[in-house]
C-alpha cells in the first residue's frame, strides 16, 4: 500500500504571499489531519478533515486553512506568509481519525524569506 | 493555554536499560494520549495510544497513565541503540464541538551500546 504523499518537498516564498500544500492519504482513509513543526514550539496540530468537513482544529489564525477533496485528497493553505510560518508542514492520515494511528508523510519544508 | 509538558533530555541510558519518559498535561478534561517516536530527520510514528488509568503494555514498551495526577509515562524495556529518537507525548482534548492534538516538545532518547 502506498504511503502518505506531499507536495511540493521543498518551498521558498516570499512575505505577504500565500502557499497551497498537497497532501494525498493512504487509500481508504477518510481523515486527513495537518501539523506544523518548527524547533521552537515543536509539533502543533493545525486541523484535521474528515470526508470533507473539517472536526477539529487546533490554535492558528486563520490564515492557515485547508479542504479536502471526495478523494480524501486534502489541500492545505496558509495565506500573507509571515517569516514565522517557515517551518515542516506534515500531513498524516487515518481511518477514523486523530485518535486513530495515524500515518505521516515525509512532510514540506516551507522557508518564508 | 492547554498544555503538554516533557523534560526535553537528552535522556541517555546503556544499551539494555530501562528508559523512562515522563509527561504532565494541563487539560483534566484530556481523555485520549499517545506516544509518537520521531527519528532524527524523519516523520513521527505512533508506538502507543493509552485511554484509561494503569499500564499498557506492547512487546518492550508500557505506557502509564494517572488521570488524578494529569501524567503519563513511558517505559522502554531492554533499551536498544535503535531506540534512540525523539519521542513526543500527545493528549487530546475537546473545546466545545471541536478537538484538539497537543504535542510536548519532545525528549530526545539516546541509548548507548
Known amino acids: 500500500k502506498a504511503g502518505v504523499t506531499q507536495t511540493p518537498r521543498y518551498l521558498i516564498k516570499t512575505r505577504g504571499q500565500q502557499v497551497t500544500l498537497s497532501c494525498s492519504p493512504i487509500?481508504?482513509?477518510?481523515?486527513v489531519s495537518w501539523y506544523q513543526q518548527t524547533p521552537g514550539q515543536g509539533l502543533q496540530f493545525l486541523f484535521e478533515?474528515?470526508?470533507?468537513?473539517?472536526?477539529n482544529k487546533g490554535n492558528f489564525p486563520g490564515r492557515f486553512s485547508g479542504r479536502q477533496f471526495s478523494n480524501s485528497r486534502s489541500e492545505m493553505n496558509v495565506s500573507t506568509l509571515e517569516l514565522g510560518d517557515s517551518a515542516l508542514y506534515l500531513c498524516?492520515?487515518?481511518?477514523?481519525?486523530?485518535?486513530?494511528?495515524?500515518?505521516f508523510g515525509p512532510g514540506t519544508r516551507l522557508t518564508v524569506l | 493555554q492547554k498544555e503538554v509538558e516533557q523534560n526535553s533530555g537528552p535522556l541517555s541510558v546503556p544499551e539494555g536499560a530501562i528508559a523512562s519518559l515522563n509527561c504532565t498535561y494541563s487539560?483534566?478534561?484530556?481523555?485520549?494520549f499517545f506516544w509518537y517516536r520521531q527519528y532524527s530527520g524523519k516523520s513521527p510514528e505512533l508506538i502507543m495510544s493509552?485511554?484509561?488509568?494503569g499500564d499498557k503494555e506492547d512487546g518492550r514498551f508500557t505506557a502509564q497513565l494517572n488521570k488524578a495526577s494529569q501524567y503519563v509515562s513511558l517505559l522502554i524495556r531492554d533499551s536498544q541503540p535503535s531506540d534512540s529518537a525523539t519521542y513526543l507525548c500527545?493528549?487530546?482534548?475537546?473545546?466545545?464541538?471541536?478537538?484538539?492534538?497537543?504535542f510536548g516538545k519532545g525528549t530526545k532518547l539516546s541509548v548507548k551500546p
Open positions: 498524516a492520515s487515518s481511518p477514523g481519525g486523530i485518535t486513530d494511528t495515524q500515518y
Open positions: 487509500s481508504g482513509h477518510r481523515s
Open positions: 478533515y474528515f470526508s470533507e468537513t473539517q472536526r
Open positions: 487539560d483534566r478534561g484530556s481523555q485520549s
Open positions: 493509552i485511554y484509561s488509568n
Open positions: 500527545a493528549a487530546e482534548n475537546y473545546g466545545g464541538s471541536q478537538g484538539n492534538l497537543i
